[in-house]
Each structure stands twice: as structure tokens, then as C-alpha cells.
């Protein structure tokens, strides 16, 4: 059913066009990369504002390590640094800072001050802001099957439940709201089982231009949706 105040639960956003929105502007992509990051805490505190509990955001994908080394390089580092400022902000705003994916392919010292990140807004029950870095869903799949395996799991029990259960996001919500800036059309392997029912939401808006204007636009698009989860629309059963 449609409702002008409903509010997703749980929305992700896949922060795509830092690349072009520096080329237009004839800077390198690594600066586009450190505006986008500039706008990961605003977004969430505006997420926050609007009611929303949890809120994922793309990072970095398994397939962005083709990308050319010194560009993965810069965008390590950049998470890094960026998780350390975001979680003083967010420490502030009551919002918890977790992550899904992996922080494997980080030096020690990068990983030490990811996780010191997150334990800093361990204590927050806000929102949640989720990072995914290094974050695919076929991945993440595959390992949740090798993690069943491993548990002795009994084949003809393995249900949707247990699958849930030994993904990244184990205890979140499913996605409500998926938003792709950017203007591609496509997933790019994000959240792909926990997005099942998703409404999709794609805009044109280049991520380091991404504002509280646009969370607006795109939560009024998503109360105009019409969710029936594969069911009837109401009234519509005689
Ligand atoms: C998104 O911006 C950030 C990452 C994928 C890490 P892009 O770097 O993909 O920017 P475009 O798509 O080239 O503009
Ligand atoms: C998706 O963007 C990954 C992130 C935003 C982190 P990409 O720019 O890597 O995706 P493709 O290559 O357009 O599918
Ligand atoms: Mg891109």
C-alpha cells in the first residue's frame, strides 16, 4: 500500500560518478573519490533525520580491483582515513558505523584504524551506517554457502533463513530502498540477495553532488511505490 509518510527501513546507495564529476571539472578521479567521501556523513544524518534505521553505502566493490593500482591505492587509503572522521561525526550524531564485506586486502595499520573506527560508535542505537568495502554479493554468497559447509549444516535444512544468517549483513533488514546515483542502470553486484524486493531507485545525480534534496526526492518516490511482495494490491481479490 501507498503511504506519503512511509519510510524504508533499510536503504542503500550505490555512490557512483565520483570519477566523472571530477573529470568535468578536469581534476584527477582521487579528488572526486574525496568529495564523495566528504558526503558519506551528511547523507547519513539527513537518512537519520527522515527516520531510517539502517543505511548502506557501496564503497568499494570485489570488482574495483581492476581498477588501475594507484587508483585502488587512493581509494584504500581513503577509507581508512575517511572511517576515522566519519565516526567522530557520527559518534556525535548517535549513529553506530559498521561495515560488511572485507578489510583483508587493507595494510595492518589501515585495518587496526577501520576497527578502531567502528568501536568507537559501538555504543550509538541510532541509525546504523553500513560500509561496504570490498563488498560483492556473489562473493558473499559463496561464502555463506562454505560457512555452512564448514558448520556441519544438514543439506535439506539449509533454508533462506540460514542463508540469511551467514551473509555480511546477518542481522540487518532486507533493503527497502536501493538507490543507484550516476545514472548507470545497473546493480553492479550489491546487495543482490538482501535487495529481493527493493523498490529501485535510479537518478542521474553524480554522487559528490548527492544532497538532502535528493534523499527528499528519492523517499518521496519510494512512498508513491505500491509494494504487494508478489501478493494482490489491496481491494483486488473479488
Ligand atoms: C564510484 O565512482 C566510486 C567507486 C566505484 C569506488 P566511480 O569511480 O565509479 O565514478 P565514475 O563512474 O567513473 O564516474
Ligand atoms: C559500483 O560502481 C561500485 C561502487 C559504487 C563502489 P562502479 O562504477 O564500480 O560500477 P560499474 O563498473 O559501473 O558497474
Ligand atoms: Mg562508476
Not at 93 to 112: F, H, K, M, P
Not at 174 to 194: K, P
Request: net charge neutral; with cysteine.
Amino acid at each position: 500500500m501507498s503511504d506519503a509518510n512511509r519510510v524504508p527501513r533499510h536503504a542503500a546507495i550505490i555512490m557512483d560518478g565520483n570519477g566523472r564529476w571530477a573529470r568535468k571539472r578536469g581534476l584527477p578521479r582521487t579528488v572526486g573519490h574525496q568529495r564523495g567521501g566528504d558526503r558519506i556523513h551528511p547523507v547519513a544524518l539527513a537518512c537519520a533525520r527522515k527516520g531510517i534505521e539502517y543505511l548502506t553505502l557501496y564503497a568499494f566493490s570485489t570488482e574495483n580491483w581492476n581498477r588501475p593500482p594507484s587508483e585502488v591505492a587512493a581509494l584504500l587509503h581513503l577509507l581508512s582515513t575517511k572511517m576515522e572522521s566519519v565516526a567522530r561525526a557520527c559518534l556525535r550524531d548517535n549513529i553506530r558505523l559498521t561495515l560488511v564485506g572485507s578489510i583483508d586486502g587493507l595494510s595492518l595499520e589501515s585495518q587496526q584504524k577501520v576497527k578502531a573506527a567502528i568501536d568507537m560508535t559501538a555504543g550509538n542505537n541510532g541509525l546504523t551506517l553500513c560500509i561496504a568495502f570490498d563488498y560483492g554479493t556473489r562473493r558473499e554468497i559463496a561464502r555463506a554457502a562454505e560457512r555452512l559447509a564448514s558448520q556441519g549444516a544438514v543439506p535439506a535444512a539449509i533454508d533462506e533463513e540460514q542463508v540469511s544468517a551467514n551473509l555480511y549483513t546477518s542481522g540487518m533488514p532486507d533493503v527497502d530502498l536501493l538507490i543507484r546515483c550516476g545514472g548507470e542502470i545497473r546493480l553492479s553486484n550489491f546487495l543482490m540477495w538482501q535487495a529481493a524486493y527493493a523498490e529501485l531507485y535510479f537518478t542521474e545525480v553524480l554522487w559528490p553532488d548527492f544532497g538532502d534534496g535528493d534523499v527528499d526526492e528519492a523517499l518521496v518516490e519510494y512512498a508513491r511505490r505500491n509494494r504487494r511482495f508478489g501478493a494482490l494490491p489491496d481491494g483486488a481479490s473479488s
